[in-house]
Protein backbone atom coordinates (compact mmCIF):
# COMPACT_ATOMS: atom_id res chain seq x y z
CA UNK A 1 0.00 0.00 0.00
CA UNK A 2 2.38 2.56 0.91
CA UNK A 3 6.25 3.26 2.07
CA UNK A 4 7.93 5.19 4.59
CA UNK A 5 10.96 6.03 2.28
CA UNK A 6 13.11 7.63 4.57
CA UNK A 7 13.42 4.82 6.91
CA UNK A 8 12.05 1.58 5.00
CA UNK A 9 9.56 1.32 7.28
CA UNK A 10 5.92 0.95 7.65
CA UNK A 11 3.37 1.72 5.23
CA UNK A 12 0.21 3.33 6.54
CA UNK A 13 -2.58 4.54 4.76
CA UNK A 14 -5.11 7.47 5.90
CA UNK A 15 -8.75 7.85 4.76
CA UNK A 16 -10.15 11.41 4.60
CA UNK A 17 -13.14 10.62 6.16
CA UNK A 18 -14.68 7.74 7.71
CA UNK A 19 -16.84 6.58 4.89
CA UNK A 20 -16.96 3.49 2.62
CA UNK A 21 -16.71 5.01 -0.10
CA UNK A 22 -13.12 6.74 0.77
CA UNK A 23 -12.12 3.67 2.19
CA UNK A 24 -13.09 1.27 -0.40
CA UNK A 25 -10.70 3.56 -3.01
CA UNK A 26 -7.42 3.44 -0.44
CA UNK A 27 -8.29 -0.19 0.03
CA UNK A 28 -8.96 -1.04 -3.68
CA UNK A 29 -5.86 1.61 -5.17
CA UNK A 30 -4.26 2.08 -2.35
CA UNK A 31 -2.37 5.33 -0.59
CA UNK A 32 1.40 6.44 -0.22
CA UNK A 33 2.70 8.06 2.97
CA UNK A 34 5.97 9.33 3.09
CA UNK A 35 8.03 10.13 6.30
CA UNK A 36 11.01 12.39 7.14
CA UNK A 37 13.31 12.58 10.14
CA UNK A 38 13.53 8.41 11.46
CA UNK A 39 16.89 8.23 13.68
CA UNK A 40 16.89 4.68 15.05
CA UNK A 41 14.26 3.90 16.96
CA UNK A 42 12.71 7.32 17.04
CA UNK A 43 11.30 10.17 14.76
CA UNK A 44 11.98 14.12 15.46
CA UNK A 45 14.49 15.81 13.01
CA UNK A 46 15.58 15.38 9.57
CA UNK A 47 19.26 14.97 8.72
CA UNK A 48 18.95 18.74 8.10
CA UNK A 49 17.18 19.88 11.09
CA UNK A 50 13.91 20.49 10.36
CA UNK A 51 11.15 18.90 12.36
CA UNK A 52 9.95 15.18 11.42
CA UNK A 53 7.09 15.70 9.08
CA UNK A 54 5.08 13.21 6.73
CA UNK A 55 3.33 13.69 3.11
CA UNK A 56 -0.20 11.94 2.29
CA UNK A 57 -0.97 11.20 -1.31
CA UNK A 58 -4.64 9.96 -1.88
CA UNK A 59 -4.98 7.18 -4.37
CA UNK A 60 -4.61 7.69 -8.01
CA UNK A 61 -2.17 10.85 -7.32
CA UNK A 62 -3.40 14.58 -6.94
CA UNK A 63 -2.52 17.09 -3.85
CA UNK A 64 -0.69 15.87 -0.80
CA UNK A 65 -1.56 16.56 2.65
CA UNK A 66 1.15 16.77 5.06
CA UNK A 67 2.37 18.21 8.87
CA UNK A 68 4.59 17.47 11.25
CA UNK A 69 4.94 13.96 12.95
CA UNK A 70 6.76 11.73 15.51
CA UNK A 71 7.35 8.19 15.88
CA UNK A 72 8.76 5.44 17.66
CA UNK A 73 9.68 1.51 17.71
CA UNK A 74 9.90 -0.49 20.90
CA UNK A 75 10.63 -3.91 20.75
CA UNK A 76 7.72 -5.09 18.54
CA UNK A 77 5.70 -2.22 18.86
CA UNK A 78 5.64 0.70 16.58
CA UNK A 79 3.55 3.86 16.85
CA UNK A 80 3.30 6.80 13.97
CA UNK A 81 1.46 9.92 14.24
CA UNK A 82 0.86 12.56 12.08
CA UNK A 83 -1.04 15.83 12.32
CA UNK A 84 -1.66 16.83 8.71
CA UNK A 85 -1.93 20.47 9.00
CA UNK A 86 -2.14 21.80 5.52
CA UNK A 87 -3.15 20.41 2.07
CA UNK A 88 -6.17 18.88 0.55
CA UNK A 89 -7.35 16.96 3.56
CA UNK A 90 -6.28 18.41 6.17
CA UNK A 91 -6.74 17.08 9.49
CA UNK A 92 -6.29 14.43 12.86
CA UNK A 93 -3.61 14.35 14.91
CA UNK A 94 -4.02 10.37 13.59
CA UNK A 95 -2.08 7.65 15.78
CA UNK A 96 -1.45 4.06 13.99
CA UNK A 97 -0.30 1.20 16.50
CA UNK A 98 1.04 -1.80 15.14
CA UNK A 99 3.39 -4.43 15.74
CA UNK A 100 6.21 -6.00 13.75
CA UNK A 101 5.81 -9.70 13.23
CA UNK A 102 8.51 -12.08 12.51
CA UNK A 103 9.21 -11.56 8.94
CA UNK A 104 9.63 -7.99 9.96
CA UNK A 105 5.87 -7.03 8.60
CA UNK A 106 4.39 -3.77 10.49
CA UNK A 107 0.64 -4.06 11.07
CA UNK A 108 -2.46 -2.88 13.34
CA UNK A 109 -5.86 -1.29 12.96
CA UNK A 110 -6.87 1.99 12.17
CA UNK A 111 -10.63 3.44 12.89
CA UNK A 112 -11.42 -0.42 12.14
CA UNK A 113 -9.38 -0.19 9.33
CA UNK A 114 -6.90 -2.57 8.96
CA UNK A 115 -3.68 -1.89 7.68
CA UNK A 116 0.72 -3.15 7.10
CA UNK A 117 4.20 -2.24 5.51
CA UNK A 118 4.66 -3.51 2.31
CA UNK A 119 8.21 -3.18 2.97
CA UNK A 120 9.88 -5.50 5.93
CA UNK A 121 10.52 -2.81 8.85
CA UNK A 122 14.35 -2.35 8.86
CA UNK A 123 14.31 0.26 11.69
CA UNK A 124 13.62 -2.34 14.64
CA UNK A 125 16.51 -4.38 15.72
CA UNK A 126 15.31 -7.16 17.67
CA UNK A 127 14.86 -6.17 21.53
CA UNK A 128 18.95 -6.90 23.44
CA UNK A 129 19.42 -9.98 25.68
CA UNK A 130 19.56 -9.26 29.19
CA UNK A 131 22.76 -10.86 30.00
CA UNK A 132 23.39 -13.55 32.37
CA UNK A 133 24.02 -12.90 35.64
CA UNK A 134 28.08 -13.28 36.53
CA UNK A 135 28.15 -15.42 39.65
CA UNK A 136 30.83 -14.69 42.35
CA UNK A 137 34.42 -15.41 41.00
CA UNK A 138 36.38 -17.86 43.31
CA UNK A 139 39.83 -17.24 43.69
CA UNK A 140 42.63 -19.26 42.22
CA UNK A 141 44.47 -21.37 45.15
CA UNK A 142 48.06 -21.08 46.43
CA UNK A 143 50.30 -23.25 45.14
CA UNK A 144 53.93 -24.10 45.48
CA UNK A 145 56.48 -25.99 43.04
CA UNK A 146 58.63 -28.45 44.92
CA UNK A 147 62.41 -27.73 42.88
CA UNK A 148 64.34 -30.10 44.73
CA UNK A 149 63.92 -33.21 46.98
CA UNK A 150 61.81 -32.62 50.14
CA UNK A 151 61.24 -34.68 53.07
CA UNK A 152 57.67 -34.03 54.56
CA UNK A 153 56.86 -33.73 58.15
CA UNK A 154 53.94 -33.79 60.46
CA UNK A 155 54.44 -29.80 61.70
CA UNK A 156 56.77 -27.13 61.56
CA UNK A 157 60.53 -28.66 63.01
CA UNK A 158 58.36 -32.13 63.34
CA UNK A 159 58.55 -35.71 62.88
CA UNK A 160 59.69 -36.98 59.69
CA UNK A 161 56.72 -38.65 57.38
CA UNK A 162 56.71 -42.00 55.40
CA UNK A 163 60.31 -44.18 55.07
CA UNK A 164 63.40 -43.10 53.98
CA UNK A 165 62.90 -43.50 50.82
CA UNK A 166 60.13 -40.99 50.24
CA UNK A 167 60.05 -37.60 49.79
CA UNK A 168 58.59 -34.82 47.12
CA UNK A 169 60.34 -34.78 44.13
CA UNK A 170 60.82 -31.83 42.15
CA UNK A 171 58.63 -30.45 39.39
CA UNK A 172 55.45 -31.85 42.14
CA UNK A 173 52.85 -28.52 42.48
CA UNK A 174 51.02 -28.93 45.50
CA UNK A 175 48.13 -26.24 47.36
CA UNK A 176 49.09 -24.45 50.14
CA UNK A 177 46.47 -25.01 54.01
CA UNK A 178 47.85 -21.57 54.95
CA UNK A 179 50.45 -18.72 53.96
CA UNK A 180 54.19 -19.98 54.49
CA UNK A 181 55.97 -19.04 58.08
CA UNK A 182 59.10 -19.19 59.39
CA UNK A 183 60.32 -20.51 56.12
CA UNK A 184 57.89 -23.34 56.30
CA UNK A 185 55.13 -24.52 54.35
CA UNK A 186 52.16 -26.30 55.47
CA UNK A 187 50.53 -28.55 51.95
CA UNK A 188 47.69 -30.71 50.95
CA UNK A 189 49.80 -33.87 49.81
CA UNK A 190 47.32 -36.55 49.36
CA UNK A 191 49.81 -39.64 49.60
CA UNK A 192 49.51 -42.49 52.37
CA UNK A 193 52.48 -41.40 53.64
CA UNK A 194 51.04 -38.16 54.50
CA UNK A 195 48.11 -38.82 57.35
CA UNK A 196 45.40 -36.68 56.65
CA UNK A 197 46.84 -35.40 53.41
CA UNK A 198 48.73 -32.33 54.88
CA UNK A 199 52.23 -32.10 56.02
CA UNK A 200 54.72 -29.59 56.79
CA UNK A 201 58.23 -29.27 53.97
CA UNK A 202 60.81 -26.91 54.65
CA UNK A 203 60.66 -23.85 52.00
CA UNK A 204 64.13 -22.74 52.37
CA UNK A 205 63.26 -19.70 50.67
CA UNK A 206 64.27 -17.46 52.95
CA UNK A 207 67.85 -18.86 53.28
CA UNK A 208 67.84 -19.49 49.72
CA UNK A 209 68.02 -23.10 49.75
CA UNK A 210 65.16 -22.58 47.58
CA UNK A 211 63.55 -26.59 48.16
CA UNK A 212 59.69 -24.66 47.23
CA UNK A 213 59.11 -21.77 44.56
CA UNK A 214 55.62 -19.77 45.53
CA UNK A 215 53.07 -19.51 42.56
CA UNK A 216 52.01 -16.83 42.12
Not at 50 to 71: N, R
Request: glycine share 14%; with cysteine.
Amino acid sequence: MARLSAAGCTALARVPANRHDHIKRVLDNGAQIETYGWSGKSMTKTPGGKPAFAEWFPPGGGAKTEGPSTGSINGRAITFTANWTSGQNPGGPDTFNGTIDDNGVASGIFNGMGWHSTDKVKCAPAPAANPAPVGPVTPAKATVTVQQNSDVYDAEGGNRLGPDSYFLKPGRTLELVAPCANDWCSLVIPDPEVPGGKGFVYAGIDSGQNFLKLNQ
